[in-house]
């Protein structure tokens, strides 16, 4: 049997899946709207993907939205999925094979680290922009989990005291939001064509161009932050927007202008690089395999 292993990207919107490889090919891929009404019904969309590939692989990787405990790899919060808080997968699902799980932003993280834009980076960041804000950080060239395992929830970040989930970055820097708004404002049919959104943004239409400039400086405000605590060398952005090759840029430019207006942090604060990540919306895919290799095969 080649050393072939089973990816699911569990996402709010859709469920992404796939083989990869040993060698880190990502040789088969595939998409479907998450069923996100319930518990059994998300149970039985997972049973019914790995039950195409059970046979033909040597072990299952899950990325999850939610915080996971990899004392025993329960999930906590569960992102958007709010059904998936405090249930471990893979116990439920009962397989026969290895089944590792690790949550969304750390995947994206993982993936870039073992062959993306992080390879041989010390200190990095990957920020996912999708349904919420994830994130994953790499320290001394290695993923950074925290004490709790929740080093890198970007979404739960506010600049409010009271904590309104409006105001925390988890809805400010939604990529989905951030569509709807601009589909809304330019009158597309389809509030979730990020395709024709991005042809507007391109050609930088006269209504979609500003909010999509305020949606880029709150992700370059997001970067300077953690930047401040931290201190990285590079940002890797991740999400399907990232495809879009002006949605790095843009962010780089907002980031830039935080140090072009303010003399005293131009001095103080060396500014990290900012790129697109190379997975784009696969990352988590990758992600999730890799950090199934470093548990079944202690590997670095």
């Given at each position: 049997m080649d050393l072939n292993y089973l990816a699911i990207d569990i996402g709010g919107t859709n469920v992404k899946y796939g083989i990869v490889n040993r060698a880190g090919q990502l040789i088969e891929k595939h998409s479907e709207p998450t069923q996100s009404v319930d518990l059994a019904s998300f149970l039985q969309q997972l049973k019914v993907i790995t039950a195409q590939y059970i046979h033909d692989v040597k072990g299952i990787g899950i990325s999850v939205p939610g915080k996971v405990d990899h004392a025993d790899d329960t999930i906590y919060g569960g992102g958007a999925l709010q059904f998936l808080d405090k249930i471990n997968l893979p116990q439920m699902l009962k397989l026969s094979i290895p089944v590792a799980v690790e949550n969304d932003g750390k995947s994206a993280a993982l993936s870039e680290l073992w062959l993306g834009n992080l390879k041989g980076v010390k200190n990095g960041a990957a920020i996912v922009l999708g349904t919420g804000v994830g994130g994953g950080l790499i320290l001394n060239g290695e993923l950074f989990s925290?004490?709790?395992?929740?080093?890198?929830?970007?979404?739960?970040?506010?600049?409010?005291?009271?904590?309104?989930?409006?105001?925390?970055?988890?809805?400010?820097?939604?990529?989905?939001?951030?569509?709807?708004?601009?589909?809304?404002?330019?009158?597309?049919?389809?509030k979730h064509n990020g395709l024709q959104v991005f042809e507007a943004i391109n050609r930088?239409?006269?209504?979609?161009?500003?909010?999509?400039?305020?949606?880029?400086?709150?992700?370059?405000?997001?970067?300077?932050?953690?930047?401040?605590?931290?201190?990285?060398?590079?940002?890797?952005?991740?999400?399907?927007?990232?495809?879009?090759?002006?949605v790095a840029t843009e962010i780089k430019k907002a980031y830039q202008k935080l140090f072009a207006h303010r003399q005293i942090i131009a001095n103080t604060l060396t500014p990290a690089e900012i790129m697109s990540s190379k997975f784009s919306n696969d990352a988590n895919l990758y992600g999730a395999i890799y950090h199934l290799l470093l548990v079944i095969n202690d590997e670095k």
């Open positions: 925290g004490t709790h395992f929740q080093a890198g929830e970007l979404s739960f970040l506010s600049y409010h005291v009271d904590l309104p989930w409006q105001k925390m970055i988890g809805t400010l820097g939604s990529a989905v939001n951030m569509i709807e708004r601009i589909a809304t404002e330019i009158n597309l049919p389809d930088h239409d006269e209504k979609a161009w500003p909010l999509f400039q305020a949606y880029v400086t709150e992700i370059a405000l997001l970067i300077h932050n953690v930047q401040s605590v931290v201190d990285l060398q590079r940002y890797v952005i991740g999400g399907g927007i990232s495809a879009q090759p002006i």
